[in-house]
């Protein structure tokens, strides 16, 4: 393999040190580097696939990262994603294809180095040996990006990105049960299993619920279905509640009881921008958030609407 690449790079002058090693079973050759991470305007961070023991803190906190003109791109939050930044989220630095590298220069952590890999047409693999660890980014332009399997590969993240989660509809039909006194939700970035809920009245300032309950939560994957999860929340006191969980936009949620079959629809309240690793409001209890690999166990749906 090595003679070849050396034969091939005798005819690619001029593009030597700005180049992507594309592989496949059988070959590698090499292209310009610019012209493949320019090529779509989305890269998602398919954060699973991360292999090694080291960390990249503003890849690790990207869902997708963008390069456009020597300007980086990141999509921190998965509401309003789109949306922000015209879709390619802020600006949190600069890059460079000079000199063999990938080189970003992220304002909050600095600058790092990395080898680029093209895996496949539109996904690749960016290389830090230094921290010892690759990530895997898969490429889309802005009006064909899965939004849809964004929001449900990322669920808990997106539970996260508002202070509260309050109810603002509860179906007529469905039978009398204890959660239909609770008021408020919320799911904090201190891990992924921790949840509090509220009976405060609608419309209690955001600033001073008070949290009645605490508990843990967990989010099953759903056989056969790719926009449904399976939400249990498991309260200290020793009740548990089951809910199929939907997504209906980027700042609702539709919560089915399934004991009651009553179907509730929370809305975000007082949504969170995590800009360079930082929230921008002071009124959530952790101050930054990083993705982690999330394996989720899978139900077989038994009920149905």
Same mark, same amino acid.
């Given at each position: 393999m090595k003679s070849v690449k050396l034969l091939l790079l005798l005819f690619i002058t001029g593009a030597v040190?700005?180049?992507c090693k594309f592989l496949d079973d059988s070959y590698m050759y090499e292209i310009p580097l610019e012209e493949v991470i320019a090529k779509y305007d989305l890269w998602y961070v398919d954060y699973n696939k991360t292999t090694g023991t080291g960390d990249v803190p503003f890849l690790s906190r990207a869902f997708t990262v963008s390069f456009y003109n020597g300007q980086f791109y990141a999509n921190n939050n998965i509401?309003?994603?789109?949306?922000?930044?015209?879709? #390619?989220?802020?600006?949190?630095?600069?890059?460079?294809?000079?000199?063999?590298?990938?080189?970003?220069?992220?304002? #909050?952590?600095?600058?790092?180095?990395?080898?680029v890999y093209q895996i496949s047409a539109n996904e690749i693999r960016i290389d830090d040996s230094y921290n010892?660890?690759?990530?895997? #980014?898969?490429g889309y332009q802005r009006n064909n990006f899965d939004y849809d399997k964004l929001f449900y590969e990322n669920i808990?993240?997106?539970l996260q990105e508002y202070v509260a989660w309050e109810k603002t509809s509860t179906s007529t039909s469905g039978a009398i049960n204890t959660f239909d006194k609770e008021t408020f939700l919320q799911f904090t970035p201190e891990n992924t299993t921790t949840f509090y809920s509220s009976k405060d009245p609608y419309g209690t300032n955001i600033d001073v619920i008070n949290w009645n309950y605490v508990g843990s939560y967990q989010i099953y994957d759903v056989q056969n279905y790719n926009d449904l999860k399976i939400l249990t929340l498991n309260y200290d006191g020793g009740d548990n509640e089951e809910f199929e969980l939907s997504v209906i936009n980027d700042s609702k949620i539709s919560l089915y009881h399934i004991s009651s079959q009553t179907t509730y629809e929370f809305s975000g309240r007082g949504f969170i921008q995590f800009l360079k690793g930082k929230k921008a409001k002071p009124n959530v209890r952790n101050s930054g958030r990083k993705r982690t690999k999330i394996q989720r166990e899978v139900k077989v749906r038994k009920y149905l609407k």
């Open positions: 040190f700005t180049s509401a309003d994603i789109g949306v922000t930044g015209n879709g #390619l989220g802020i600006k949190v630095g600069n890059y460079n294809t000079y000199n063999g590298f990938l080189e970003i220069d992220h304002s #909050l952590d600095g600058a790092y180095d990395f080898d010892n660890v690759s990530y895997y #980014l898969v808990e993240y997106f």
